[in-house]
Protein backbone atom coordinates (compact mmCIF):
# COMPACT_ATOMS: atom_id res chain seq x y z
CA UNK A 1 0.00 0.00 0.00
CA UNK A 2 2.65 2.41 0.90
CA UNK A 3 5.00 1.32 -2.65
CA UNK A 4 1.84 1.68 -4.09
CA UNK A 5 1.28 5.96 -2.91
CA UNK A 6 4.96 6.09 -3.39
CA UNK A 7 5.27 4.97 -7.28
CA UNK A 8 1.91 6.91 -7.97
CA UNK A 9 3.00 10.53 -6.52
CA UNK A 10 6.28 10.05 -8.78
CA UNK A 11 4.31 9.70 -11.73
CA UNK A 12 2.54 12.75 -11.05
CA UNK A 13 6.01 14.49 -12.23
CA UNK A 14 7.74 11.55 -14.39
CA UNK A 15 4.78 11.62 -17.24
CA UNK A 16 4.38 15.55 -18.13
CA UNK A 17 8.56 15.61 -18.17
CA UNK A 18 8.35 12.53 -20.43
CA UNK A 19 5.81 13.97 -22.81
CA UNK A 20 7.62 17.63 -23.11
CA UNK A 21 10.73 15.71 -23.73
CA UNK A 22 9.37 13.33 -26.30
CA UNK A 23 7.84 17.12 -27.58
CA UNK A 24 11.18 18.19 -27.71
CA UNK A 25 12.94 15.85 -29.18
CA UNK A 26 9.78 15.84 -31.88
CA UNK A 27 10.40 19.68 -32.42
CA UNK A 28 14.60 19.47 -32.90
CA UNK A 29 13.93 16.89 -35.33
CA UNK A 30 12.11 19.18 -37.63
CA UNK A 31 14.31 22.22 -36.76
CA UNK A 32 16.99 19.86 -38.45
CA UNK A 33 15.44 18.39 -40.95
CA UNK A 34 14.53 22.14 -42.56
CA UNK A 35 18.13 23.21 -41.73
CA UNK A 36 19.18 20.11 -43.80
CA UNK A 37 16.82 20.91 -46.33
CA UNK A 38 18.22 24.63 -46.74
CA UNK A 39 21.66 23.24 -46.92
CA UNK A 40 21.00 20.59 -49.79
CA UNK A 41 18.59 23.01 -51.75
CA UNK A 42 21.84 25.69 -50.71
CA UNK A 43 23.98 23.41 -52.88
CA UNK A 44 22.28 22.81 -55.19
CA UNK A 45 21.84 26.14 -56.27
CA UNK A 46 25.35 26.02 -56.88
CA UNK A 47 24.69 23.69 -60.26
CA UNK A 48 25.46 26.18 -63.33
CA UNK A 49 25.14 23.26 -65.82
CA UNK A 50 21.80 25.71 -67.27
CA UNK A 51 23.98 28.61 -67.97
CA UNK A 52 26.59 26.55 -70.08
CA UNK A 53 27.52 26.65 -73.65
CA UNK A 54 27.22 22.89 -73.74
CA UNK A 55 23.53 22.56 -72.16
CA UNK A 56 21.41 21.13 -74.80
CA UNK A 57 17.89 22.16 -73.37
CA UNK A 58 16.62 18.57 -73.89
CA UNK A 59 15.25 16.32 -72.01
CA UNK A 60 17.50 13.28 -73.35
CA UNK A 61 20.58 15.23 -73.79
CA UNK A 62 21.04 17.24 -71.52
CA UNK A 63 24.94 17.98 -72.06
CA UNK A 64 27.27 16.95 -74.28
CA UNK A 65 30.15 16.60 -72.81
CA UNK A 66 29.15 14.57 -70.04
CA UNK A 67 25.25 13.71 -69.94
CA UNK A 68 25.75 11.23 -67.07
CA UNK A 69 26.92 14.00 -64.62
CA UNK A 70 24.49 16.96 -65.98
CA UNK A 71 22.19 18.50 -63.42
CA UNK A 72 23.81 16.10 -60.38
CA UNK A 73 26.02 17.31 -57.66
CA UNK A 74 28.84 16.28 -59.94
CA UNK A 75 28.08 19.01 -61.74
CA UNK A 76 29.11 21.59 -59.47
CA UNK A 77 32.85 21.28 -60.02
CA UNK A 78 32.46 20.99 -63.65
CA UNK A 79 36.41 21.47 -65.67
CA UNK A 80 34.41 21.77 -69.00
CA UNK A 81 32.07 24.29 -67.90
CA UNK A 82 31.88 27.49 -70.54
CA UNK A 83 29.12 30.49 -69.56
CA UNK A 84 26.82 30.76 -72.67
CA UNK A 85 26.34 34.47 -72.97
CA UNK A 86 25.14 34.30 -76.45
CA UNK A 87 21.31 33.82 -74.91
CA UNK A 88 20.63 37.82 -74.68
CA UNK A 89 17.22 38.47 -75.66
CA UNK A 90 16.87 40.24 -79.17
CA UNK A 91 15.41 43.49 -78.90
CA UNK A 92 12.97 44.22 -81.91
CA UNK A 93 12.51 48.19 -82.43
CA UNK A 94 8.93 49.39 -83.75
CA UNK A 95 10.33 50.41 -87.16
CA UNK A 96 11.45 47.02 -87.84
CA UNK A 97 8.12 45.05 -86.78
CA UNK A 98 6.14 48.03 -89.18
Known amino acids: M ?8 QLGW ?8 VL ?3 FCAIFF ?4 GF ?4 KLHQIRCHRCSFYTGETCLKCTI ?9 AIS ?5 GNYSYSPVLI ?4 VM
Open 78 to 82: CEDWE
Open 66 to 74: HPYKAFTEE
Open 39 to 42: LYLK
Open 24 to 26: LCF
Open 2 to 9: VLQQVIMS
Open 33 to 36: AIQD
Open 14 to 21: FCPFVIWL
Open 93 to 96: SEQE
